[in-house]
């Protein structure tokens, strides 16, 4: 019997953690009555009278003041279109002439550097013209000079030449 009753007991205990870790009814209810009586008690309404105003706004506006809008719109609109399209047009002119400068500039460029390009080329030319020119006259010296020592060691002269003929 003793078992019998503390296995009660501790069937009871377990339900009771049960229903304290799964049964969240109390503390929903707690929640709920309390956001009740915020709404209720304290505000008393508030929202539904600011709901209600906004309301009356909203529909003052559609019955007046879009109709107003439109008329408006319909009158300003032509005008403000043509002052957009002249002012697209203005854009488009500072583009183009940017867009021209910048070829220009990029053309300018261009011709400078193949200005450059040439005078080093120019002067390349003229390095190599002297170096060959140099180079010439170096052989054609060392031929002379080998031509004199060829002479001079077979003992003619070129005086002796002239005369024998």
Known sequence: ?????VL???????GDVQSRLF??????QGETKFILREFEEKRKEREVQQMFEMLEMVTEIKETQ?????KLGDMHLCNLTGHFE??????????????????KQ???????????EWIAFVDD????????????????????NYYNKLE??????PVHSDHST
Not at 23 to 28: C, G, N, T
Not at 106 to 116: F, G, N, T
């Open 152 to 157: 001079e060691a077979m003992h003619i002269s």
């Open 106 to 116: 990029y053309l300018e460029q261009r011709r400078e550097q193949r200005k450059k």
């Open 8 to 14: 009660d007991r501790v069937l009871k205990d377990i």
């Open 125 to 144: 030319i003229q390095n190599k013209n002297i170096a060959v020119n140099q180079t010439f006259a170096n052989k054609e010296e060392e031929v002379k």
């Open 23 to 28: 049964d969240h009814r109390p503390f929903v």
């Open 86 to 103: 002249v002012a697209l047009r203005m854009c488009n002119n500072i583009v183009e002439r940017e867009d021209s400068d910048k070829k």
């Open 66 to 70: 879009i109709e107003k809008a439109v």
């Open 1 to 5: 019997m003793a078992e019998g009753n």
